[in-house]
């Protein structure tokens, strides 16, 4: 048993003790509190506001997840927002791709990928040197309410919005729209989309329903990443493309052609296993009526 | 934040602190601590050893994901034999299979049963009136050693052996040998086999890799069950039958074909979820080499 | 490390987990929650709302420390007035007076006695059979402002008021008051009285501000009661009867006088430390000018 | 809640979470580990070890119940030893007293004493700027076995060992044997000797019973220290002086004499209290049997 560790507190009676190994830096920005610690089970993490959102030994599957059935499937992935992602593994995984000639990564703060680029190496592998990347640190919403720029995929790598975080405006249906119009014809907009946990789905559900009022395909799918407890989701979103249809043979032929070759988690039945929801998720999914709008705004539930 | 708490060590530096609004039962018997407590986020759960075993708001989606996939399978299942599974929850699921006439349920641990029939009645749900069942409180190994019965559908739902427990023997290959004697043609065998959290799956990976000395066609699956803090795992085994090459359909059909109406968790698409692993796991199953031998048995960690 | 645990938040940073080796008794009763728990280190424990009142293998030292400064200065305690006390152990030190003719010992919470006689034999020992004993269930305000009764000795056994409990009115400055009316002329009130731990002597400090209003002679005395994970403070109010300069030898010599023989915690010694105060706490003391008034109470921080 | 927290294991049933701000400072020596963390109760704290040492709200109790009563009762004392007490608060207290002339600090870790003058100023106060003092980083033991020099005070502020720590053999009767021999004709020798909560008195009852064979004259005496979670004791031996019979009037006029000013803690009226035992821990002490030699050493139990 450690000594020192981080407590996240998933429910009133849920309490989850991370034993730490080493507190490695820690500082705290306008934006959010940053700490870089030392788990003797996951390997190095990532903490911002006392949320791990990242560790060594199992970020592979949530920066894989996020990224690939939205860069697979897109018939020619070139332009690449990514909205958040300060660690760089979901620029690490967006630059795997060939095709794509151009990465915008928009992050309103500049200190957690400074922080990142020093600490987190196994994240980034670098990435952050990449000529194709441009690299903004400003407000999401601002940024694309000013540019004229389209993009094949846009990624939302944002955490969940806190009361009161300038977050909360980034799940709105006003800001997929926003989104929407920043998309060329063949777009997709993917984002991590909080847990999938039947009994604290309400964030998750609320996303769906609300993009299933401005795209014609909305797709939940969900993946375990064993570091945040819960099984994780994320939504898939596009005017044409039905991730659900694909075959397994399909995304490995892709994954060859493409020249993706090093994923650990990503593949064929992967794709396959992520996009099969069970049937009370499904339910649940179907049920939701509620969205989020500007004026009525969708916070992580703060335990 | 609740007064009273169950703490799980899931590792030496990962304790989960389950808050518990009330203490329902508690006993010890020759075999194990049970204890029954109310939990203000997953409802009453049954505590054997310290460890939750399964909680009224999720234990759906462990024993659909346990029974369903073989009891649709099976071209015609008449006869099948439960190991353990004293919530009778593994039972209830079973009975609702009208081809099924006959069942064997052998726990060791008779008072287990008697207090899930007081305490538990949303697990049982009545199941241990039923005439079918023959309840049999012995060894399991045992029980298969003096018996010539034959099954259609063998399930084992026992927990992980800890060091010292009799149900080490329940987990070699010698022990899935005497099942597979007590087979009909057509058998099939499913076992609930640990957690497939990729940092803890070496009990996971052994059993497959023994049960594939045993069977011609084995095959790992998961599913999310929250409450155990990791992701699930059971593994399908027969001579015969491939799970994962059925289409979601035919799964769809056979239910409704059986009259299966009123399951939450399990369906074609959930089944088709369930057979699809994610890449890194598959290669772990791969690349496992121990084998559990009644000389060399497995335990599950003791945290 | 046992499974099952009891959490104390002694402050929002400082959190005591007591594990538990069983569950004995719980029930709840229109004033609180009562639970009885076996400890590991403690042994038995009372549970009061969640907050730990005695414990088997240290309760001889709150309770001596409660009862006998009060005894055994007193001239001749006759009549004795226990408030609160439900377990029966401060009963249990007052009854070995044999001076003491009549004991009136008002709790409001007739099932806290019942339950104390059936569990906690250790505490009372019997003393609930006691003929001098005059058991009312009654709050105690009510039950003094209706009485002409008098007394020798009152002691408050009541553990600190929650915000909205009806304990609040029991600890001010016009309770005090109504407590001094049913004194005799030599008359001795004693009180437990929060802990004089110096970051948290908020509540000791102005209950010992209160009563310095009300009588003459008021003495802050302390002692330390492991289970309480902090240091245990009560107060000795008096007209006359100054205990600080009582010669350690005097009370040998009363207490074998007294033919009191079997106290395990309490002598002459054990008086001199206990009304023996630090210089911080003697200075918290005199720097506290809160006062509590039935229309300005005081509450025990609910952390 | 805070999100970050130590955990100090007091018992295997008993454990203490202290919330932490923040993280100052960290580091492993050949020695022990060091880290300086702020916890929201008790402010600045020294870790060694995973224990807390001091912390910046009752560092004053500690320090001045460890010097004061040996240095207020000496007639003259004007060498003094300090063995440990790299925070440089004990030495802070010493050097209060204008007749030291020479204060001999023996640390073995210079890197506390380097850490403690850079991030606990509020400790040392500058104190090991002071010309009177010779710092010593070396095995106190191997110090004393190879000097001449004789003092007047010596003060052990070492914490109990561990089972193969090199400090074991700083608390057996051949060590102390050793520090009698350097003390002058007055000498006295004085010990912080552990917890004397009355289920762990082993240690203390033992060094008291380990010094009665080494000392004429040996004194336990207790303060409570909150951020010990146990009351804490400590060791005056000598072979003339008997701190018990000292008038508390007597104390206060050689504060006053020797112009020591500004304690918080300690006065004559906390000196009659430090020294007063109760009943229980007298008769603890006088049962206990065990002596430390270095053959037969004393360990502080690692829970």
């Not at 630059?95 to 987190?120: P, R, T």
């Not at 000529?131 to 407000?139: G, H, T, Y």
């Not at 993917?190 to 039947?198: E, I, K, L, R």
Request: hydrophobic letters at 35%; proline letters at 4%.
């Amino acid at each position: 048993m450690n000594v020192y560790g981080l407590i996240e507190k998933n429910h009133p009676s849920e309490i989850h003790w991370h034993g730490i190994e080493s507190f490695i830096f820690a500082t705290e920005t306008p934006y959010q509190k940053i700490e870089i610690v030392e788990s003797p089970f996951y390997g190095r993490c990532l903490v911002l506001d006392g949320r791990i959102q990242s560790s060594e030994r199992d970020e592979f599957i949530y920066h894989e997840a996020l990224v690939h059935p939205a860069l697979i499937l897109h018939p020619s992935p070139q332009k690449v927002l990514i909205l958040g992602g300060g660690e760089g593994a979901t620029l690490r995984e967006v630059l795997k791709y060939k095709q794509v000639d151009k990465v915008v990564m928009v992050d309103i703060d500049e200190k957690v990928v400074k922080i990142s680029q020093e600490f987190l190496p196994q994240w980034h592998k670098g990435s952050f040197e990449d000529k194709r990347l441009n690299l903004v640190f400003r407000d999401a919403r601002d940024y694309l309410e000013k540019t004229d720029a389209k993009f094949d995929v846009v990624i939302s790598d944002l955490s969940e919005p806190m009361k009161g975080s300038p977050a909360v405006k980034l799940f709105t249906y006003e800001f997929y729209n926003i989104i929407k119009d920043h998309l060329n014809s063949d777009g997709i907009f993917v984002m991590q989309a909080g847990t999938s946990h039947h009994l604290k789905i309400h964030f998750h559900s609320t996303m769906h329903s609300t993009l299933k009022k401005v795209f014609d395909k909305v797709f939940s799918y969900q993946a375990y990443v064993p570091v945040y407890d819960f099984i994780w989701s994320f939504i898939f979103c596009s005017d044409k493309i039905d991730p659900k249809n694909v075959l397994e043979e399909e995304i490995n032929k892709r994954l060859e052609e493409r020249d993706i070759k090093d994923l650990r988690f990503y593949d064929g039945e992967t794709h396959k296993m992520m996009f099969s929801l069970p049937k009370h998720i499904r339910k649940a999914l179907e049920e939701e009526k509620n969205i989020a709008y500007d004026s009525n705004p969708l916070y992580a539930v703060e335990e």
